[in-house]
DNA sequence: AATGCAGCGTACCGTACGGTACGGTTCCTT
DNA sequence: AAGGAACCGTACCGTACGGTACGCTGCATT
């Protein structure tokens, strides 16, 4: 911290200087422990040693704060370097249970559970520009080197779908299930420990997806879409 | 309003009078309308027309007012009255996709979005006291309902698996997938209308938990949950 | 050495909110 | 008719927060 302060950080677009960098540091740890009641502006200022003028000057008000505290957060974080093998069967497999088992890993971060809460408190029915910010900058990412991954199975003729962005929800869906919101509503971590949760969604994935073998299935099994017998629901529960 | 005031209604636990009732209703409209910072104490003795008093007299305090809008909206929703009809294949799917397309809806609907929001927003790393409530009351009862009719199927040979939790969760996931938190950061409906989407993930936890038709699965395949190569990720991204 | 800039710490201001107190009104009870 | 309970509307209080202004220090340039 003490080092260079006076390199500027290559400044594109959403950098920050290195004594900002600390600053966005001391906010992300201050709303991790104390939600964001706790980030008030002189409570940053007097855990970053800093002014609340410089707060001001450098994100201008409190949500340009927030924005940069999520921006910055992202930018943290790299992408392992994609272990580019050649992709066979159990390769993809595990290579799949890698990434999910990441996946849940980070969803269930203190750093991303704080920042989405933060987030989705913000967020209106109208307006919502920091879950728009962590939209762009936190799931992005995976859906396109999960999707990148998924292709290059489906080149290889181990899978089989039409639709990316389908067979990636799907797969989604699988891995993660509720977990994500459950934790977000402050309930504990599943028993199951996520490389093990990973490898069974991923074989269920498998199963529905996968082209290996062509299993009894009826030809119009997989992906129907045909008109359905609608039943539309009877009740009205409004409370999920 | 001015009927009858005198009658108590029953009070069970969390009713209110029908004051009361009014009272948190238009709370919750102003909720849905402006999100959490629309939820001041003078702004809903304004919108309920009663007074600051009556307000901490009903519920002690602002948070008691919040977990009282829960608790209220909840007991607003009645689940249907469960048609029990004998279980064949077709009905068991036509069921399963009816109360899928409605939990899509629910969790879609202005209503859920903003509570979950509320509830969110406030949860912390340990507390979480709306939370808990939300899922207490919003959550529980479909589980138990979407279980019940799972178990049924099981029961009539039409689905097989071992822990029922585990199989719900798997239905929830392929239903609802990354949706809800998406919809909670405020991303738009998919274009897939509910039952349509609906009858998509049913067709697919059918074809991993049907029983109908042994298909040509290894026969370790269907559970597997044994020791895993593990493939510890090696990246360390945080900010799902 | 003189100058200037960036930033720290503090004081300050206006506002908005949670919570309380009080007077007046309506309606029920006796 | 008298008394009282519930409740509305408003005024009030203390606090906490977002945002601004100012004085001071340390460092870099020249």
Redesign the interface.
């Given at each position: 911290m003490s080092a260079a302060t006076t390199e500027m950080a290559t400044t594109a677009g959403e950098t920050y200087s290195p004594r900002q960098n600390a600053v966005l540091e001391s906010a992300l740890a201050l709303l991790?422990?104390?939600?964001?009641r706790a980030l008030t502006t002189a409570g940053v200022a007097r855990a970053a040693n800093c002014s609340k003028e410089s707060l001001y000057k450098w994100f201008g008000d409190r949500d340009g704060l927030l924005a940069a505290m999520?921006t910055f957060?992202?930018s943290?974080?790299?992408?392992?370097?994609q272990?580019s093998g050649a992709v066979g069967r159990a390769a993809l497999r595990?290579q799949l249970?890698?990434?999910g088992?990441?996946?849940l890993?980070?969803?269930a971060?203190?750093?991303?559970?704080?920042?989405?809460?933060?987030?989705?408190?913000?967020?209106?029915?109208d307006?919502?520009k920091l879950?728009?910010l962590?939209?762009e900058?936190?799931?992005k990412?995976?859906e396109t080197r999960l999707s990148a991954l998924l292709e290059a199975g489906r080149a290889a003729g181990l899978i089989a779908f039409d639709d990316t962005r389908e067979a990636y929800?799907?797969l989604?869906?699988?891995?993660?299930?509720?977990m994500?919101?459950?934790l977000?509503?402050?309930?504990g971590l599943d028993d199951q420990s996520p490389?093990?949760r990973a490898?069974?969604a991923i074989?269920?994935f498998l199963?529905?997806y996968g082209a290996e073998?062509?299993?009894?299935?009826s030809p119009e099994?997989r992906h129907?879409?045909g008109p359905?017998?609608?039943?539309?629901?009877?009740?009205?529960?409004?409370?999920?």
């Open positions: 991790v422990e104390g939600g964001e999520i957060q992202s943290q974080v790299r992408a392992e370097p272990s595990a249970i890698g990434i088992a990441n996946l890993r980070v969803l971060g203190d750093m991303s559970l704080a920042l989405n809460r933060l987030a989705i408190g913000q967020a209106r029915r307006e919502a879950g728009r962590l939209r900058h936190g799931r990412p995976i929800r799907t989604y869906g699988l891995v993660v299930r509720d994500h919101v459950r977000l509503l402050g309930d490389a093990a490898e069974q074989d269920q199963r529905l073998r062509t299993t009894g299935l099994g129907g879409t359905a017998p609608e039943r539309a629901g009877a009740g009205n529960e409004r409370t999920g």
